[in-house]
Every structure is written in structure tokens, then in C-alpha cells.
């Protein structure tokens, strides 16, 4: 809840919510994008969830000291709470029909959560069907999915230049 409080204050008014990565090098690399693109934090679940380990720390190049993480035991429900309070949920997904450009445009004036899934297995459905829209980023080199940690900076990215246009 503190952590949801903070972001709606915070000028970019974003989270990012993962879905099982387990990846400790992912984790902290999402956090130094999170950090990069002015996110406020980080939600994390208790379960099938990589943690802020020294590995992940290390990978983050210190982004921990500015990114607040928030455990949560559900995160569905958590993102259901959030979506309560404004927030708008963008799920990354490969098989949506919506590109991350379309999408930042349309949610550029209000508070977002950017769901990202395991590389793989993609976003569970609980938080697919939770999600208010799910976004792809466009590879025309032909590549069925990138590293979650590469496609959180990509829609991070995506999402600040979508907030910054007149």
C-alpha cells in the first residue's frame, strides 16, 4: 500500500510488477531500467519470485538504493487493489494485437504498472485477463521474444517518451 501511495506521488507515477522471475542478474537488471526511467517500484511476489540478493544487487548497479521493492503474497489481487486506487495496467505479452508505442500513447496521462512475465512462460493468465491492456513490442527482425530485463527497458523507455510528448 506505501508503495503504491508513493508512486501515485511520484512525477512518473509507474511500477513494475513481475511475474515469475526467478533470475536474480533479470531482477536487477530490471531495476536499474526501473531506476533509469524514474519508476517508483518494483512489486515483487513472495513465491516463484527471485529476490534482492547480492547477485541482484550487484546487477542493478545500486538501482536498489532508489527503486523501493514491495514483496506481495498475490500479486493479482495486488494489481487489482492498485487498479482501485487509478493505476492502469499494461501487460507485455508477444500474442497482443496492440504495440507498446500504441498502448504508452493511449495510458500517457495516468498512473501505470507494467506487468512483465518470465521469459518463456510469458505472463501467468490470472494477470493477463488482470492486465487493462496488453502490449507487444514490434520485432520485425523476426525473433519471437527478448530477455524480460531487454523488453522491461524497451517499454519503460516507451512509456517515459510517450509521457514527455506534447
Not at 93 to 113: K, R
Not at 130 to 159: C, H
Amino acid at each position: 500500500d506505501d508503495l503504491l501511495v508513493e508512486a501515485l506521488g511520484s512525477p512518473a507515477r509507474l511500477l513494475v510488477a513481475l511475474d515469475g522471475i526467478a533470475d536474480p542478474h533479470i531482477l536487477g537488471a530490471i531495476a536499474r531500467s526501473t531506476a533509469a526511467f524514474g519508476g517508483a517500484g518494483i512489486l515483487l511476489p513472495a513465491r516463484r519470485s527471485a529476490g534482492v540478493t547480492p547477485a541482484a544487487w550487484r546487477a542493478s548497479a545500486g538501482a536498489f538504493a532508489s527503486v523501493e521493492v514491495a514483496q506481495v503474497t498475490n500479486l493479482a489481487r495486488t494489481l487489482a487493489a492498485a487498479q482501485s486506487q487509478g493505476f492502469f495496467v499494461i501487460g507485455l505479452a508477444g500474442d497482443a494485437s496492440a504495440s507498446i508505442t500504441e498502448v504508452a500513447q493511449h495510458f500517457a496521462d495516468v498512473p501505470v504498472i507494467l506487468a512483465i512475465g518470465a521469459e518463456g512462460d510469458g505472463l501467468s493468465r490470472l494477470l493477463s485477463e488482470r492486465s487493462d491492456q496488453l502490449a507487444q513490442i514490434p520485432m520485425p527482425g523476426g525473433f519471437e521474444s527478448l530477455n524480460a530485463s531487454v523488453a522491461a527497458g524497451i517499454a519503460l523507455f516507451t512509456i517515459t517518451a510517450a509521457r514527455e510528448l506534447p
